[in-house]
């Protein structure tokens, strides 16, 4: 693996299967069923994906990946949605690589697609560093401490 993704995230570790495929390194996706070229903002991708799943107790079919919608006749893709039940959106995730600062920009990205899918979290990782946002009751933003306990919001 490149010294980019020897990065020490700051989240638990786990087994992931990895391959090589035409001089490309490859990782399997557990939502998407697939391997997907590894690059380092997927190695934060996965690790995210490993956290809702092993940590946090999502059931895998409550997770989308690379979810795409329109916003203002343009085209995007989220990179995690995490789903209630009835299938809303309970949270987005914007992954960026442990090298990209999460800056403002950043903030602005993913509160825009919250216009469209309206989730009542929002969390920006580099894998590294993360930021939970909550809507509250006057539909403003407050920052969470941690990550909140979303399989009590997805029953």
Same mark, same amino acid.
């Given at each position: 693996?490149?010294?980019?993704?020897?990065?020490? !995230?700051?989240?638990?570790?786990?087994? /992931?299967?990895?391959? $090589?495929? &035409?001089?490309?390194?490859? +990782?399997?996706?557990?939502? @998407?069923?697939?391997?997907?070229?590894?690059?380092?903002?997927?190695?934060?991708?996965?690790?995210?994906?490993?956290?809702?799943?092993?940590?946090?107790?999502?059931?895998?079919? !409550?997770?989308?990946?690379?979810?795409? /919608?329109?916003?203002? $006749?343009? &085209?995007?893709?989220?990179? +995690?949605?995490?789903?209630? @039940?009835?299938?809303?959106?309970?949270?987005?995730?914007?992954?960026?690589?442990?090298?990209?600062?999460?800056?403002?920009?950043?903030?602005?990205?993913?509160?825009?697609?919250?216009?469209?899918?309206?989730?009542?979290?929002?969390?920006?990782?580099?894998?590294?560093?993360?930021?939970?946002?909550?809507?509250?009751?006057?539909?403003?933003?407050?920052?969470?401490?941690?990550?909140?306990?979303?399989?009590?919001?997805?029953?």
């Amino acid at each position: 693996m490149s010294n980019s993704l020897n990065n020490k !995230l700051n989240l638990p570790s786990y087994q /992931f299967r990895i391959k $090589k495929q &035409n001089g490309n390194r490859l +990782i399997f996706d557990i939502v @998407r069923k697939r391997f997907i070229t590894l690059t380092p903002e997927e190695w934060v991708r996965q690790h995210i994906i490993h956290y809702l799943v092993y940590d946090l107790n999502v059931p895998i079919g !409550l997770i989308g990946v690379e979810v795409g /919608f329109n916003y203002n $006749k343009v &085209n995007h893709r989220a990179d +995690i949605v995490v789903y209630n @039940r009835e299938g809303f959106p309970l949270m987005i995730v914007e992954c960026k690589a442990p090298s990209v600062e999460i800056s403002q920009d950043v903030v602005d990205q993913i509160c825009r697609y919250n216009y469209i899918l309206q989730a009542e979290y929002l969390l920006i990782s580099n894998g590294i560093k993360h930021i939970v946002l909550q809507v509250d009751t006057e539909n403003k933003w407050k920052v969470l401490d941690n990550f909140p306990n979303l399989t009590i919001k997805i029953k």
